[in-house]
T-cell receptor, first 112, second 113 residues
Framework: GENVEQHPSTLSVQEGDSAVIKCTYS??????FPWYKQELGKRPQLIID?????GEKKDQRIAVTLNKTAKHFSLHITETQPEDSAVYFC???????????FGKGTRLSVIA | DADVTQTPRNRITKTGKRIMLECSQT?????MYWYRQDPGLGLRLIYY???????NKGEISDGYSVSRQAQAKFSLSLESAIPNQTALYFC????????????FGPGTRLTVL
């Protein structure tokens, strides 16, 4: 069935450095790729998303890139800050009438 | 997001008990979902409903049932709770209009002793 692999499972970076989280998906027909951030004790919240007709999208310090040929997409966080520490989930939608399939998450720690 | 609410927020119960978790939303979304979160396993889909008359099993539906009482309400039941159902449960909603972005409720922490 549909599958989303997310790496790494944990990531530690120094404050001010960049962080990159990568996801691969199995179905080439996938058309929507959101990223969620879950702070400790909170609900997952959408931080950025990208559709299959776009290669890159930026929002201030975060960006997502999509490589449809290789079937992978990545989250890039620049100039990391302690408040970026959280669990990040990627997801993919394989068709218009199927739910999102989530990766297993990446725990990002930003060390001051 | 205060538009999606879950009750109760925390529940401790015993093995064999029947438990119902409730989700309500004021976003006007047609689509609702129940997820389970366990450490290291991410968000796993239990059931989903694309409208009031539509119920679909997700990845891990065994041991669970759902009821879509209205567009705004979607309940998850554990008919006979067991300890390995101890987890954090999230409800989510979305609308097929636009990006179909999913919005999560605050979660229910369930402990089965």
């Amino acid at each position: 069935g549909e599958n989303v692999e997310q790496h790494p499972s944990t990531l530690s970076v120094q404050e001010g450095d960049s962080a990159v989280i990568k996801c691969t998906y199995s179905d080439s027909a996938s058309n929507y790729f959101p990223w969620y951030k879950q702070e400790l004790g909170k609900r997952p919240q959408l931080i950025i998303d990208i559709r299959s007709n776009v290669g890159e999208k930026k929002d201030q310090r975060i960006a997502v890139t999509l490589n449809k040929t290789a079937k992978h997409f990545s989250l890039h966080i620049t100039e990391t800050q302690p408040e970026d520490s959280a669990v990040y989930f990627c997801a993919a939608r394989f068709s218009g009438n199927t739910p999102l399939v989530f990766g297993k998450g990446t725990r990002l720690s930003v060390i001051a | 997001d205060a538009d999606v609410t879950q009750t109760p927020r925390n529940r401790i119960t015993k093995t064999g008990k029947r438990i119902m978790l409730e989700c309500s939303q004021t976003k006007g979304h047609d689509r609702m979902y129940w997820y389970r979160q366990d450490p290291g396993l991410g968000l796993r889909l239990i059931y989903y409903s694309f409208d009031v008359k539509d119920i679909n099993k997700g990845e891990i539906s065994d041991g669970y049932s759902v009821s879509r009482q209205a567009q705004a309400k979607f309940s998850l039941s554990l008919e006979s709770a067991i300890p390995n159902q101890t987890a954090l449960y999230f409800c989510a909603t979305s609308s097929p209009v636009g990006a179909d972005t999913q919005y999560f409720g605050p979660g229910t922490r369930l402990t089965v002793l």
